[in-house]
């Protein structure tokens, strides 16, 4: 059973680096694609980007130029940034495994982060 | 990318009620598709996976059919507990997208 903790800061400035980290506890990290998702206030999800256990990345052309997804896999964690943010980066962010099928059945607990000046 | 769109974006009905939503893919995604529950202030929920398969544990009231670009979602027998926003997702092609969602309150 897989269990996911995330953390980072939740108040950010415009222009400001977006960070969170997701810790994995429970099951094999290598067996698995690791997503973040966000889901701005009272709106839809959208799929930010992945890392596999070999550390090949994809990620969502609308955000591709600002947005870097790496792990740790010494420590079963992986981590988002996201550069230049602004009020429209406003929103819950999710890390979420899927085995290969892109069937999220695991999510981490959500983080609000608030772009503000 | 694939557009998904999903419909009606909300409705109203009573418990007992057979419920239906659609998802339509703007090209052919086979059987490509999950479907999602999310309550309010909690993460998504996966409920069906491959369009039609539905997850160990979930209630049998729930079900799912369609392939190509046309989907369905069903709760047969809504029950207050079933109150919650769905969403559909394609994942035949990166980026991954979801369906708007679609907002389930009971009359």
């Known amino acids: 059973q897989v269990h996911l903790q995330q953390w980072g800061a939740g108040l950010l400035k415009p222009s400001e680096t977006l960070s969170l980290t997701c810790g994995v506890y429970?099951?094999?990290?290598?067996?698995?694609?690791w997503s973040w998702i966000r889901q701005p206030p009272g709106k839809g999800l959208e799929w930010i980007g992945e890392?596999?256990?070999?550390?090949?990345?994809n990620y969502n052309p609308s955000l591709k130029s600002r947005v870097t997804i790496s792990e740790d896999t010494s420590k079963n964690e992986f981590s988002l940034k996201l550069s230049s943010v602004t009020a429209a980066d406003t929103a819950v962010y999710y890390c979420?495994?899927?085995?290969?099928?892109?069937?999220?059945?695991?999510w981490g607990q959500g983080t609000l982060v608030t772009v503000s000046s | 990318d694939i557009q998904m769109t999903q419909s009606p974006s909300s409705l109203s009905a009573s418990v007992g009620d057979r419920v239906t939503i659609t998802c339509q893919a703007s090209?052919?995604?086979?059987?490509?598709l999950h479907w999602y529950q999310q309550k309010p202030g909690k993460a998504p929920k996966l409920l069906i996976y491959?369009?039609?398969n539905l997850v160990i544990g979930v209630p049998s009231r729930f079900s799912g059919s369609g392939s190509g670009t046309q989907f369905t979602f069903t709760v047969s027998v809504l029950q207050p507990e079933d109150i919650a926003t769905y969403y559909c997702?394609?994942?035949?092609?990166?980026?991954?997208?979801f369906g708007g969602g679609t907002k389930v309150e009971i009359k």
């Open positions: 979420a495994p899927h085995s290969g099928t892109y069937a999220f059945d695991y």
């Open positions: 429970g099951g094999s990290f290598s067996g698995y694609y």
């Open positions: 890392i596999n256990h070999s550390g090949s990345t």
């Open positions: 090209q052919d995604i086979s059987n490509c």
């Open positions: 491959d369009a039609s």
């Open positions: 997702q394609q994942y035949d092609s990166v980026p991954l997208t």
